[in-house]
C-alpha cells in the first residue's frame, strides 16, 4: 500500500511537470485545465496525508509555501552586469567599430529587452536549489520561494550538466497586467502603472502565496556559469537551455552584418506591440564566447553587448466624444473615445481621461486632434492636444448632472476631485460591489468570478452582495452552463465564508476611504459590526490611522437606509460579524511603530506586514502614542520628530532582533 502512495506521488510529479512544461514552456496543451487541476488537487490531497513522499521540486510549491520575515542576501560569483544603452543606429555602429579593432567578422544575435526584473536560477544536478534578485550586480536577495511559483522556471531538470546558473528576467505578461489593472480599475483602485513594477513587487513580497496570485513569467536569457559542459557560443548556449526545457526568447537571429542588425531591430520595433510581454528595447550581442573574452568587460557593462532603446510611439488621432463610466462607489469616470489608431502593435480606440481636472488641464475638448500614446507600451493615455488643428467647432466637455446609468443626482467631491452618483443601488454599482465583496482580499468567495457575478445579476438572482448567501444549487442550474457540481461548488464557497473573519467583512462592505488595513484595525478595536456600527464620530477620529473624512465616510454609510437593510440581510443569512483573534504569536499587541527612510533589504510595505502578523499597528505620523520608529537612510523628519519625543529608534537588524 505503502509503495503504491510513494509510486502514485512520482507518477504525478512527472505528469504535472511534463504537462506544465507543454503548456508554460512549449504553449501546447496535452490535456483539458480541468484534467490538470484534477491531477494537481490528488497530488495536493497525497502530500498533506504522506509528507514523506513530497518532493522538493514537487509542483505544488507552485501555488506557495510559508511568509518570510525577511530575504537573505546573496553574493553573486559571477556578477549580474548592466548593459550599456543606445539611443541611434549611429551609437550602434560606434560599438561596432570598437568591437571590429579587437576582432575580426563578429557575428551577431539581436534580441528582445524583456522590461522585467534580473534573476539568477541555479541547479545543482538538475534540481533548483537557489533563485535570487539581481541587486546591484554582485549581492541580490534570496527569492526562491516565490521563484519557484513561476510555472515556467524548471524545478527539476534532465540530463543536466554538474552545475548550472542562468539568468533571466521575470516579467508580468500583458494580458495578466491588463486583467489585474481591468480588477483595480473595478474598486476603483489607483492603477499600476506598468508591468515591470508590478513584477518587481510581486517578486519581492515576502509571502509566495501573493506571488503566485501574481502569475508572472519568466525569459532566460544566459548561462551564467556551467559545470560539465562546453558551449562555444551564445547560439548554443539558447539552443542548449531550450533543450533543458528553460524558455528562452522566441525572437532572436544570428547577423554577419551590421546592416542586417539594424533591419532586424526595425522589424522587432514594429511587431513589439504584439508581443506577449513587453520590450523596451533591443539587445546586440556578440554571438562569440571566444570573441567575448577577448573583448572583455568595464566593471559597469560588458564591451560585447548594446541595449537600443526604443522611443515611446506617439500617433495624432480625433477625439470623436467622451463617455462616463460608473465606478464601484459611484465614481464617474470620462473616457475619450477615438478615431481607432494603430498604436504599439493594436489598435486603440478609447482612453481614460481620469477626471474632470485632468480635461481641465489639458483643455481637451471634443472634436480635438489630440496626440496619444501607451503608458508603459500598454495603457492609453492622452498626452497632449494639438491645438494648432482646431478649428473652432470643438465642444468643452461638461461634467453630467445626473447619472448616466441611473438618472440620479450627482454631487461633486472636492476633496477628491471626483463627480459621483448618490444612489447606492444603481445598476452600474451594484455588479462592482458585489465583485468587490466576492474578490480575495474581501470575503474571498473561490469561483464566483465578474462574469457569473455578472450573469447572476442580469438574471436577477443576486441584486445586493447579501443575496448570495440565500442562493440555492437550483437557482444556479437553472441559469446555462452551470451543471449540477460547478454550482454546487459555488454554494459550498460562498457557505465557507460565512466564518471570516469580521476584518473582511467590514472591507468587503465597500465603505468609502476603507481599505484592508483600516478594515483590520476597525476590526480589533471594536471587535463585533454592531459596536462600530453605533460608534460616533469621536470614537473613530480618536483611532490611530483613522482620520476625519474615513471617520465621516463610515458615519454616512451606516446612516444609509439601504444599508441598514443590507446588514440585516448579512445577519439573517448567520454571517460572523466578530473579531476573531487568530494571531498565534502576538508579540506586537498594542504597539505602535512608525517607519521612515529606506531600509536596506526590506520595504516599508514589507516592515509593516510582519508588524501586523505580530498584532501591531503602523501609523505615518510621530506622536506621544508612538512605540517605535524603524528608521532607514534618509529618515528625515520623522526621525526628529521622534528624537525629540525621546521615542525609541531601532534600525532594520535590531527589528529582525526582535523577530527572533
Known amino acids: ?166 539568468r533571466g528576467e521575470v516579467y508580468m505578461p500583458k494580458e495578466n497586467f491588463i486583467k489585474l489593472n481591468q480588477e483595480r480599475e473595478l474598486n476603483e483602485q489607483p492603477l499600476f502603472a506598468n508591468p515591470r513594477n508590478v513584477a518587481a513587487g510581486s517578486l519581492r513580497q515576502l509571502d509566495s502565496k501573493i506571488t503566485a496570485k501574481r502569475n508572472l513569467d519568466i525569459i532566460v536569457f544566459n548561462i551564467q556559469q556551467i559545470k560539465g559542459k562546453t558551449l562555444l557560443s551564445h547560439s548554443d548556449s539558447l539552443d542548449y537551455l531550450k533543450l533543458l526545457g528553460f524558455k528562452t526568447s522566441p525572437y532572436y537571429n544570428i547577423f554577419n552584418n551590421i546592416e542586417d542588425v539594424f533591419s532586424e531591430i526595425n522589424k522587432l520595433g514594429d511587431v513589439r506591440g504584439e508581443l506577449p510581454f513587453e520590450i523596451d528595447g533591443a539587445v546586440i550581442k556578440v554571438n562569440s564566447f571566444e570573441q567575448r573574452t577577448v573583448l572583455g568587460s568595464t566593471s559597469k557593462f560588458p564591451k560585447w553587448a548594446l541595449a537600443y532603446k526604443y522611443p515611446p510611439e506617439k500617433k495624432e488621432t480625433l477625439l470623436k466624444d467622451i463617455v462616463i463610466n460608473v465606478g464601484r462607489t459611484g465614481v464617474l469616470t470620462p473616457n475619450a473615445i477615438l478615431e481607432p489608431v494603430r498604436l504599439a502593435g493594436t489598435t486603440v480606440g478609447k482612453a481614460t481621461l481620469h477626471n474632470r481636472d485632468f480635461i481641465s488641464t489639458k483643455d481637451i ?41 441611473c438618472g440620479s443626482k450627482v454631487f461633486s467631491d472636492f476633496e477628491e476631485v471626483a463627480v459621483r452618483c448618490t444612489n447606492s443601488e444603481c445598476p452600474a454599482q451594484l455588479i462592482r460591489n458585489i465583485i468587490h465583496f466576492a474578490e480575495r482580499d474581501a470575503m474571498d468567495i473561490e469561483g464566483l468570478g465578474p462574469a457569473i457575478i455578472e450573469q447572476f445579476t442580469n438574471e436577477g438572482l443576486i441584486k445586493s452582495p447579501a443575496d448570495l448567501y440565500f442562493l440555492t444549487k437550483d437557482d444556479i442550474i437553472k441559469i446555462d452552463r452551470h451543471k449540477e457540481k460547478s454550482a454546487q461548488n459555488i454554494i459550498n464557497s460562498i457557505k465557507k465564508t460565512k466564518n ?161
Open 1 to 166: 500500500m505503502i509503495m503504491d502512495i510513494e509510486k502514485r506521488v512520482n507518477e504525478l510529479t512527472e505528469k504535472i511537470e511534463y504537462y506544465s512544461k507543454k503548456y508554460y514552456v512549449e504553449d501546447y496543451s496535452e490535456i483539458s485545465d480541468y484534467e490538470y487541476d484534477l491531477l494537481l488537487r490528488e497530488l495536493i490531497k497525497l502530500e498533506q496525508e504522506y509528507p514523506q513522499y513530497k518532493k522538493s521540486f514537487s509542483p505544488t510549491l507552485r501555488v506557495g509555501g510559508i511568509a518570510l520575515t525577511s530575504f537573505s542576501q546573496v553574493v553573486h560569483n559571477v556578477p549580474m552586469q548592466s548593459l550599456q544603452d543606445a539611443f541611434s543606429f549611429e551609437e550602434i555602429l560606434t560599438f561596432h567599430n570598437r568591437v571590429l579593432e579587437k576582432v575580426n567578422k563578429p557575428q551577431y544575435i539581436v534580441e528582445t529587452k524583456v522590461d522585467g526584473l534580473s534573476v539568477s536560477l541555479e541547479y545543482q544536478n538538475g534540481e533548483f536549489i537557489r533563485g535570487s534578485t539581481r541587486g546591484d550586480g554582485t549581492i541580490g536577495e534570496d527569492v526562491t520561494e516565490n521563484l519557484k511559483t513561476i510555472k515556467s522556471i524548471p524545478l527539476i531538470i534532465h540530463n543536466a550538466p554538474e552545475f548550472l546558473e542562468v
Open 365 to 405: 475638448r471634443i472634436g480635438d486632434t489630440v496626440i496619444v500614446q501607451k503608458a508603459g507600451d500598454i495603457i492609453p493615455e492622452i498626452v497632449e492636444v494639438n491645438k494648432t488643428k482646431r478649428t473652432g467647432k470643438e465642444e468643452e466637455y461638461i461634467m453630467p448632472s445626473n447619472c448616466p446609468v
Open 500 to 660: 471570516n473573519d469580521l476584518s473582511k467583512l467590514i472591507y468587503a462592505l465597500g465603505i468609502r476611504q476603507v481599505g484592508q488595513k483600516a478594515g483590520k484595525i476597525l476590526a480589533q478595536h471594536f471587535e463585533t459590526l454592531d459596536n462600530l456600527i453605533n460608534a460616533n464620530i469621536d470614537e473613530l477620529v480618536n483611532i490611530n490611522e483613522i482620520g476625519q473624512t474615513t471617520a465621516n465616510s463610515i458615519i454616512k454609510y451606516f446612516e444609509l437606509p439601504q444599508t441598514k437593510h443590507y446588514i440585516n440581510r448579512l445577519k439573517e443569512a448567520k454571517i460572523n460579524m466578530k473579531y476573531i483573534n487568530s494571531l498565534v504569536d502576538e508579540r506586537f499587541l498594542g504597539k505602535t511603530f512608525v517607519l521612515t527612510g529606506t531600509l536596506p533589504s526590506i520595504s516599508r510595505e514589507e516592515a509593516s506586514k510582519i508588524i501586523e502578523s505580530y498584532g501591531g499597528k503602523t501609523s505615518s505620523s510621530v506622536s506621544k502614542n508612538t512605540d517605535f520608529v524603524l528608521a532607514g537612510e534618509d529618515a528625515g523628519s520623522k526621525l526628529t520628530k521622534a528624537q525629540s519625543l525621546d521615542i525609541k529608534i531601532i534600525s532594520e537588524q535590531e527589528f529582525k532582533n526582535m523577530l527572533k
